[in-house]
């Protein structure tokens, strides 16, 4: 069954460094989105990404924040200074593209657990 | 606001048991419903998505009342492999691709 990818499964970095975090979607899927959790709290939206641009992007998707589709089949979120508070679990998922008025199910990676010391 | 609203439980069951769990949802406009499960420090699952005319998948019923503003998982038969922490995930952004808003999640645990 295809499965959307993460690597790494655990990052740790010091505040003020960048960290890539990559994903590969599922291949037939044309919607990609990051999410992150921190420990102990729900699930949050940072990002989505559609036709090579964003369609949309929360409060938290901040200036640190980028994503890119730098090949046919990669995914990535880079945080460009990171902070203390960035430390959470970051999911990517990806879903197929549906006809209106119908669920676009989202499909959610392992996760990268990021560790900001 | 977007909000989705849950019980954080936890619901201890015993294997066998059936159990409902109820979400409420803050933007009547939403257009697609979800219950993921998500095990301890793991991925988010999909565990089926909730049709207005409601849905079954085994062991697994969703409804949806629209009115309400009100979605439920009701699981019957529970098993130990039930254990984990129910989400409830609503697409405000009427039924596109928009983001997906998280309930807390309700936590199961099955005891034999």
């Known amino acids: 069954e295809p499965e959307v990818t993460q690597t790494p499964s655990h990052q740790v970095t010091q505040m003020g460094q960048e960290v890539i975090l990559r994903c590969v979607p599922i291949s037939n899927h044309l919607y990609f989105y990051w999410y992150r959790q921190i420990l102990g709290q729900k699930v949050e939206f940072l990002v989505s990404f559609y036709n090579n641009e964003i369609s949309e992007k929360s409060e938290i998707f901040d200036d640190q924040f980028s994503v890119e589709r730098p090949d046919g089949s990669n995914f990535t979120l880079k945080i460009r200074s990171t902070k203390l508070e960035d430390s959470a679990m970051y999911f990517c998922a990806s879903s197929e593209f549906d006809s209106p008025g119908t669920a676009y199910e989202q499909y959610f990676g392992p996760g990268t657990r990021l560790t900001v010391t | 606001r977007k909000e989705v609203e849950q019980d954080p439980g936890p619901f201890n069951v015993p294997e066998g048991a059936t159990v409902a769990f109820n979400c409420t949802y803050s933007n009547s406009a939403s257009q697609s419903f979800f219950w993921y499960r998500q095990d301890c420090r793991k991925e988010p699952k999909l565990l089926m998505s909730?049709?207005?005319s409601g849905n079954e998948d085994g062991r697994f019923t969703a409804q949806l009342n629209r009115a309400s503003q009100y979605i439920s998982l009701l699981i019957r038969d529970s098993k130990l492999s039930d254990s984990a922490t129910y989400l409830c995930v609503v697409n405000f952004n009427g039924g596109s691709q928009g983001n997906l808003i998280f309930g807390k999640g309700t936590k199961l645990s099955v005891k034999p």
């Open positions: 909730v049709y207005s």
